[in-house]
């Protein structure tokens, strides 16, 4: 199985800082042949479903805010949140999609200072 | 607008058995793969399986904690998704979601397995 492990397990930041959440899977999750990474990032907030942020490691899901930007290739992953919003505290989570079981990191709860 | 709506928990024995469903609209139901997720209260999120679609051949796959006794099917012609869990243990406690293969969630159904 692939093992996501993301860093750190919480932060806070203050309102209008930057955020930036790490994620690493135990294998590259690149298919070499589409040139993709079969990565996702998941927002939940307190009480509710998790939702799509980010697939394929960087394309924004439809209608997600421009301050959420993902990065990083193979096995090193990154979830910027560029000016943190007050509507933005959540827990935030990985999760590979290269190859079932389909694997989610740990979670990062992201708070304000 | 695409909805996911799971119902079918409850509060059941360990050992026991129950039937989550879980009703979509709002997008081609029959082309997604549809897979389940739980979460145990205060914990993080745990895949539990994907069933393909029929282009697909229906293939299934399960997380290893759950394999040989939880089983997925779908109705495609009532845009419907099943979980049956058998055999169930008290660690299966959770709130379980279904989620589309494009990324939507349902709300969530919870089940409690205690004695």
């Known amino acids: 199985d692939i093992v996501m492990t993301q860093s750190p397990d919480s932060l806070a930041v203050s309102l209008g800082e930057r955020a930036t959440i790490n994620c690493r899977s135990s294998?590259?999750?690149?298919?070499?042949?589409?040139?993709?990474?079969?990565l996702a990032w998941y927002q939940q907030k307190p009480g509710q479903s998790p939702e799509l942020l980010i697939y394929?490691?960087?394309t924004r899901e439809s209608g997600v805010p421009d301050r959420f930007s993902g990065s990083g290739s193979g096995t090193d992953f990154t979830l910027t949140i560029s000016s943190l919003q007050a509507e933005d505290v959540a827990v935030y989570y990985c999760?590979?999609?290269?190859?079932?079981?389909?694997?989610f990191g740990q979670g990062t709860k992201v708070e304000i200072k | 607008e695409v909805q996911l709506v799971e119902s079918g928990g409850g509060l059941v024995q360990p050992g026991g058995s129950l039937k989550l469903s879980c009703a979509a609209s709002?997008?081609?139901?029959?082309?997604?793969?549809m897979h389940w997720v739980r979460q145990a209260s205060g914990k993080g999120l745990e895949w539990v399986g994907r069933i393909r679609s029929k282009a697909n051949s229906y293939a299934t796959a399960y997380a290893a904690s759950v394999k040989g006794r939880f089983t997925l099917s779908r109705d495609d012609s009532k845009n419907t998704a099943y979980l049956q869990m058998n055999s169930l243990k008290t660690e299966d406690s959770a709130v379980y979601y279904c989620k589309s293969e494009e990324g939507y969630w349902g709300q969530g159904t919870l089940v409690t397995v205690s004695s």
């Open positions: 294998q590259s999750v690149l298919y070499s042949s589409d040139n993709k990474n079969y």
């Open positions: 709002g997008f081609t139901f029959s082309g997604s793969a």
């Open positions: 999760q590979q999609y290269y190859t079932t079981p389909r694997t």
């Open positions: 394929w490691a960087s």
